[in-house]
């Protein structure tokens, strides 16, 4: 669709109007966020995420994984994880992975598959990998996905699947 290709075709940073629109709504849950951490600039931590979210829009392969990435950078992730909003992981331009307890990592390759988003939590003695799914009817079956699912879940890895309309309707759910 037309957002896509909007996406694809910036090479100056700017974000395209969905991921703009989804920071707008985000706001409030942002605001709660800082005020949870104690911090005091809501309007430092949104520029933060729009950076992020402008760094690492360009691998989103479709319009519904542009809608979802800023939720994710901007997630409340637990009480655990202080990293807000979440780091990016852009595989085409960075090197090494962020600093940060929380990584938002889209198009992660992992063993023989790769997955819409990885969403990466450093914890003490590990990092536990959640993989995010999102899913269009046309081009997700359960042929398809069982085992890539599969794979994943066997190297401990939580996969969410999440469709579309869901995403559209709700994306922090």
Excluded at 15 to 40: E, I, K
Excluded at 80 to 86: D, K, L, M, Q, V
Excluded at 132 to 142: I, K, L, M, Q, S
């Amino acid at each position: 669709g037309k957002l896509a290709a909007d996406a694809f075709a910036r090479s100056d940073g700017t974000l395209p109007s969905g991921v703009r629109t989804q920071f707008s709504m985000a706001r409030d849950h942002v605001h709660n966020r800082c005020s949870d951490l104690g911090l005091s600039s809501v309007d430092r931590m949104m520029e933060k995420a729009q950076a992020t979210a402008a760094h690492l829009v360009g691998l989103c392969e479709s319009p519904i994984e542009m809608m979802l990435l800023p939720w994710l950078i901007v997630e409340n992730y637990g009480d655990r994880f202080e990293t807000f909003p979440a780091k990016g992981f852009n595989h085409k331009t960075d090197n090494g992975v962020p600093a940060g307890d929380i990584v938002v990592a889209p198009q992660f390759a992992f063993v023989r598959y790769r997955a819409d988003f990885a969403v990466l939590a450093r914890q003490p003695t590990k990092t536990a990998i959640f993989i995010v799914e999102c899913d269009g009817a046309e081009f997700h079956t359960a042929v398809k996905d069982n085992p890539r699912d599969a794979c994943f879940e066997s190297w401990g890895v939580k996969v969410i699947r999440a469709m579309g309309s869901e995403i559209k309707s709700a994306p922090r759910s």
